[in-house]
C-alpha cells in the first residue's frame, strides 16, 4: 500500500473512547495501532486485514487525505460568514438603544443563524467524511478482498456487539452532527456499500 508509517505495538482499547468508538474500526496514534478490545481472541490474525487496511488507506492515502483536509476547511465559509454577519448585526445594534426590542431581535437573529449555519456546515463536513471513509473500504479491497473484508464486517456484526448495535439505531438527524461518530458510517453501511461495488 506504499505506507510511510511504520506502527510499533498494538494497544487494546476498550470502547467506545475518544480515539476508537467503534468495534469494527482501528485507528493509529503516533506509533500504536489501535484495536477494540472487544475482538480480541474473537478474530484470526489473517481477519484483522479487513479491519487494518481501510485504516491505513484513510489516514495515508495521499487521495483521501486531500479530500479529508478539503472537508475540513468547510467551516472556513462557515467562520467568514458569521463574522461579516456579526460584523453587520453589531453595527445596527450599536446604532439603536441598548436594550430596544429592535436591539433584542436583530441579537435573536445572530444567535438563530450562528446555530443554522454551524449545523448544517457540520453535517456536510460529516456527510464527506463518511463517503471518505467508504472510498477507503473500497481502495481497500484493492489489497485485501471483497469477500474477506465483507465475510469479517458480517461477522462482527453478527456478534451483535453494544456499540455497533447503537450506532446502526442512531438518529440520522442533522441535530446529532456534535456526536463524534456521525463522521464515520455505520457496519450496516459498510457492508452495504462493499456488496454494491462493481455492481
Known sequence: MDVKFKPRRVS?????????YSSDYCVFDNNRILVPLTLRGRLDPSEWTALIAPALSFY???????????ASMFFIPYV??????????????????????????????FLCLFLLFFIFTANASSSFTRKLWLLADRRAVSFVSRETMLGVLKKIDAMKLDDIEALKKQSTSIWKVRRKNAWRPNIAQRIDSLQTLNR
Do not use: E, Q
Open 60 to 70: 495515508t492515502g495521499s487521495r483521501i487525505k486531500w479530500k479529508h483536509r478539503l
Open 12 to 20: 487494546w482499547v476498550r470502547v467506545p473512547n475518544d480515539s476508537l
Open 80 to 109: 467568514l460568514g458569521t463574522l461579516t454577519l456579526g460584523t453587520f448585526i453589531s453595527f445596527r445594534v450599536l446604532g439603536l438603544h441598548s436594550g430596544s426590542l429592535v436591539a433584542t431581535i436583530y441579537g435573536f437573529a
